[in-house]
Structure formats: structure tokens, C-alpha cells
């Protein structure tokens, strides 16, 4: 009885801290099915959306200069609320309502990994 607990313990666990967490391949279907057509598959701002009277380019998240200006809250909080949020075009959409937490959290790690770069400090 008592290993039984033990294992329903670490179950409760596991799926506690699968919810609080998106797993990276979770973030990559979210990427593709919210983020890519603006963004593009790779994030370098060319997704199918973008036509050229778009009247303004999606961020190139390959763009390690640019993506070094923003700190991860700053990623979060434009990806959370939408482009007038933090002085930029409303043709970014505010995701805030659409996406949990811990989908936001993987999302911003992602845009890391397609920089290759730590963002703003602080
Ligand atoms: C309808 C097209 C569209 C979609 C869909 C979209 N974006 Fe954007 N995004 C934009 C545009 C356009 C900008 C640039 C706004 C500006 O520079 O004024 C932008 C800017 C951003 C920025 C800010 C970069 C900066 O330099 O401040 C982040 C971060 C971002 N998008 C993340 C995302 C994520 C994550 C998703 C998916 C959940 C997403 N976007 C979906 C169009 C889109």
C-alpha cells in the first residue's frame, strides 16, 4: 500500500509539473500555429502574412542585435498584451486571452533559441 502511495505521490507530481511548464516540442506547435504566418517558420519576419503592403515587418527573431534590446519581461509583456502595449503596431496581436502563462514563458525561451541570445539583463 505504502509504495502504492508513493507512486500515485510522484504521478501527482509529474503532470503538476507538466502543466506548469510547456515542454519545448508543446512551444514549437504553438510557434507554428499562432506566431509563424507573421513571423515566419524560422522567425525571420517572413511568414506567408506578410504581404508587401504589410505596414510593418514582423520582428526577425534571428535578429540578435535587435532581440538583445528586449529583456524576456519585455518579450513577455508584448507577446501577453499586443504591439500597442509597448509603443509598436497593433498588427501584432495581444495572445494574453489565447495563451496560458506557461505557454508565453515557452515561447519567450523559444524566441532565445532562435536568437541565440540572452536578451536584456534585469
Ligand atoms: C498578424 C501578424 C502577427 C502574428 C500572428 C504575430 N505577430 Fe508578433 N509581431 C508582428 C508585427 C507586425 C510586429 C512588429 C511590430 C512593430 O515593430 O511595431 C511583431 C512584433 C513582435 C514582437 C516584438 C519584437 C520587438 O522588437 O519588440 C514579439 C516578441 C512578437 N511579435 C512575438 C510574437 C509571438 C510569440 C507570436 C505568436 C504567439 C506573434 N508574435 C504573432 C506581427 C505578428
Redesign the pocket.
Known amino acids: 500500500m505504502k509504495k502504492l502511495m508513493t507512486i500515485v505521490a510522484f504521478a501527482v507530481l509529474a503532470f503538476t509539473f507538466a502543466m506548469a511548464s510547456a515542454t519545448a516540442e508543446e512551444t514549437a506547435k504553438?510557434?507554428k500555429f499562432?506566431?509563424?504566418?507573421?513571423?515566419g517558420l524560422e522567425g525571420k519576419?517572413d511568414?506567408p502574412?506578410?504581404t508587401k503592403d504589410?505596414?510593418?515587418?514582423?520582428?526577425n527573431?534571428t535578429n540578435a542585435k535587435?532581440?538583445d534590446?528586449?529583456s524576456d519581461a519585455?518579450?513577455k509583456n508584448?507577446?501577453m498584451d499586443g504591439?500597442p502595449a509597448?509603443?509598436?503596431?497593433p498588427?501584432?496581436?495581444p495572445?494574453g486571452k489565447?495563451?496560458t502563462d506557461a505557454?508565453?514563458d515557452g515561447?519567450?525561451k523559444?524566441?532565445r533559441t532562435l536568437c541565440k541570445c540572452k536578451g536584456k539583463q534585469g
Do not use: A
Open positions: 504553438v510557434f499562432y506566431c509563424s504566418q507573421c513571423h519576419g511568414g502574412n506578410v504589410f505596414p510593418v515587418s514582423p520582428r527573431f535587435e532581440m534590446k528586449l519585455d518579450l508584448v507577446i504591439g509597448v509603443s509598436k503596431s498588427m501584432m496581436p495572445w489565447t495563451l505557454d508565453v515561447l519567450v523559444h524566441l
